[in-house]
């Protein structure tokens, strides 16, 4: 059901910082930027390997990034899996009794679909799945 590491989500207080630190010394390619106001993020994504790292800063005071980097910081937000079918693995996991966040897929970060599970059913970590479109 999940076949890879997507990305890690990190919450940032100073995205172009952090976006300089990953591409210039960590030597990530810097492939996407995109505001997703539904989430309350301006979001970067680097590439690593085939997987991404995500980096979000929030938008203003409200949202789920903000209160998490209000609350502890800047820091490793969520954890996301990817999987060739979004619908079958919510539906899967529901049926499993997992504790969902999103009982139907949203739209995520470059066309993507996405969904969170909730943190107290995996473990204490705030954990996505991402289907992406078929053009990435
Ligand atoms: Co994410």
Do not use: C, K
Not at 45 to 59: A, N, Q, R, W
Not at 93 to 111: C, F, N, V, Y
Request: aromatic share 4%; net charge negative.
């Amino acid at each position: 059901m999940l076949h890879a590491i997507d990305h890690a989500g990190i919450a940032v207080a100073d995205l172009e910082a952090t976006v300089a630190f990953y591409r210039d010394v960590l030597g990530m390619a810097l492939v996407h930027r995109e505001t997703l106001p539904a989430q309350g993020v301006r979001a970067a994504l680097l590439d690593v390997g085939e997987s991404h790292v995500e980096l979000l800063e929030p938008l203003d005071a409200e949202g789920g990034v903000a209160r998490f980097l209000a609350r502890r910081g800047p820091g490793l937000h969520h954890l996301a899996y990817r999987v060739h079918d979004i619908d079958a693995a919510l539906a899967s996991l529901s049926a499993a009794g997992m504790r969902l966040i999103d009982e139907r897929p949203r739209t995520g970060i470059r066309g993507s679909r996405v969904a969170f599970l909730h943190p107290s059913a995996a473990g204490g970590v705030l954990t996505e799945l991402v289907q992406p479109a078929e053009h990435n």
